[in-house]
């Protein structure tokens, strides 16, 4: 029997026979199903994705006509830590012209939108300049990232700190606390840029702080769509499984603890987003095969929920690519054709 070459979660180029490849495929999506209570890849999608693994080019493509559409969450800061001295809207102009982008996004180098708030000012005028020489959708983007709101450098008491102290009540108090804060942030920076005349907002690595944080993105989101009806407003996800850190918060009457992608889209459009992106992460010690399975599962079960569009995402460490800094494209190339011929997505 013939052995395959592939890689391992963290990226580590191994070697595999086909009955390993195909072990590992069942049991990615036997994880999946069993954890999120939805249905396994059947077998001709299991035996698919076999193909797609056995393929011996370095990187596979989609088929034609089957070709999406790309969104890229801070492609401004990126060009920025890879030490390539250019000005944002040239890492604009980098990414439309050079590179094809079919989005923009403009970003803080510091991705969040709590110290994205003091400067917005300065980010105001950089977002009409580029608007006036770019040609795709232009967003801006930001994290939630509730933790910013904690003390020492934020307002709120530390839940991490009261938590083993046993200040239950406390905790949860000072999450409910940062919410506040962090829907006003949200409000106010998403207005900003919106009124200056960007064509949308990302929401990036939402929930990555657990129910509370997913709770703070819904009600700004909701907050967005009411008072400005036609905005685009992508809501990017941090992990397919909201943790319960606060446990008790509802949204629309759903616990946000606990919920898996399928039931994530359903409290995005609620909300008011326009595209969804779930995000499945990889499990580092396991097989390309076993976390593309896996994530494949999740997200053909998100897209078969969603009534907005669905772009997963896939980069370092999510989507069945590996966790490195500079994915490799043999597994990148991969786990895109998978996720697009698979869950019928509308965008990665």
Excluded: W
Aim: hydrophobic share 40%.
């Amino acid at each position: 029997m013939g052995r395959i070459q592939t890689r391992m979660g963290d990226g580590h180029r191994v070697e595999m026979t086909e009955a390993e490849i195909r072990k590992d495929l069942e049991t990615g999506t036997k994880d999946a199903a069993e954890r999120a209570k939805i249905p396994p890849l059947t077998q001709d999608e299991v035996h698919h994705l076999f193909e797609i693994q056995r393929c011996s080019d370095r990187v596979v493509g989609v088929q034609q006509g089957k070709e999406i559409c790309l969104t890229y969450d801070s492609g401004t800061t990126k060009l920025k830590r890879a030490n390539i001295s250019v000005s944002k809207i040239q890492s604009l102009q980098f990414l439309e012209r050079a590179l094809g982008a079919d989005s923009l996004e403009l970003a803080h180098i510091d991705y969040s939108f709590k110290p994205a708030k003091p400067i917005v000012v300065f980010e105001q005028p950089i977002m009409e300049q580029a608007l006036l020489i770019t040609i795709p959708p232009l967003l801006y983007g930001a994290m939630p990232n509730l933790g910013l709101y904690s003390q020492p450098d934020g307002p709120c008491p530390n839940p991490m700190d009261l938590m083993p102290q046993r200040k239950i009540a406390e905790a949860k108090a000072a999450y409910e606390e940062a919410v506040e804060h962090a829907v006003k942030d949200m409000v106010y920076v998403g207005s900003q840029l919106y009124e200056t005349g960007a064509d949308g907002i990302n929401f990036d690595t939402t929930a990555a702080a657990g129910d509370a944080e997913f709770l703070a993105t819904l009600r700004a989101i909701e907050t967005l769509r009411k008072k400005y009806p036609a905005m685009g407003i992508e809501l990017g996800m941090a992990s397919e499984f909201i943790l319960g850190l606060h446990g008790e918060l509802f949204y629309d009457g759903v616990r946000l603890a606990g919920l898996y992608p399928q039931g994530q889209v359903k409290l995005a459009q609620k909300a008011g987003a326009t595209i969804f992106g779930p995000a499945i992460n990889i499990v580092s010690n396991k097989s390309l095969s076993f976390n593309l399975a896996r994530s494949v599962t999740y997200t053909k079960a998100c897209s078969q929920a969603a009534d907005i569009p669905v772009h997963a995402a896939l980069g370092m460490g999510v989507g069945g690519v590996p966790l490195t800094i500079t994915p490799p494209v043999d597994a990148l190339s991969r786990a895109s054709k998978a996720h697009v011929e698979i869950c019928r997505l509308d965008g990665l």
